[in-house]
Nanobody, 125 residues
Framework: QVQLVDSGGGSVQTGGSLRLSCLAS????????MGWFRQAPGKEREFVAF????????SYADSAKGRFTISRDNTKNTVYLHMNSLKPEDTAVYYC??????????????????WGQGTQVTVSS
């Protein structure tokens, strides 16, 4: 069992920045690939970014490329999502998630076994 706690959300203006954090406890953190997803009201949960267990592989949704950076510190059991140049369309609840499966499929929510509770990000124009 892995427990995930998301934090770092808030309200910012267009062009602002936020850093989300996700603290994991339970199983060895480095065994899990970690993803960030988001869900806006009335929309499906969508992939934002992924990082492999050792941090060597990252992947981003097109909407996140060039603005968001995913990173992890396995000594602190924490994964981060640094978000810059935020836009109103980035407004959503952001969730971190953990998966122990192999390569590929990391943009698909059902491949993740554990989820955080979510943290709200609101970007105003």
């Amino acid at each position: 069992q892995v427990q995930l706690v998301d934090s770092g959300g808030g309200s910012v203006q267009t062009g602002g920045s936020l850093r989300l954090s996700c603290l994991a406890s339970g199983r060895p953190f480095s065994n899990y690939g970690m993803g960030w997803f988001r869900q806006a009201p009335g929309k499906e949960r969508e992939f934002v970014a992924f990082i492999s267990g050792n941090g060597g592989v990252t992947s981003y949704a097109d909407s996140a490329k060039g603005r968001f950076t995913i990173s992890r510190d396995n000594t602190k059991n924490t994964v981060y999502l640094h978000m810059n140049s935020l836009k109103p369309e980035d407004t959503a609840v952001y969730y971190c998630a953990a998966r122990s499966t192999g390569p590929g499929g990391w943009s698909t929510p059902p491949t993740y076994e554990y989820w955080g509770q979510g943290t709200q990000v609101t970007v105003s124009s």
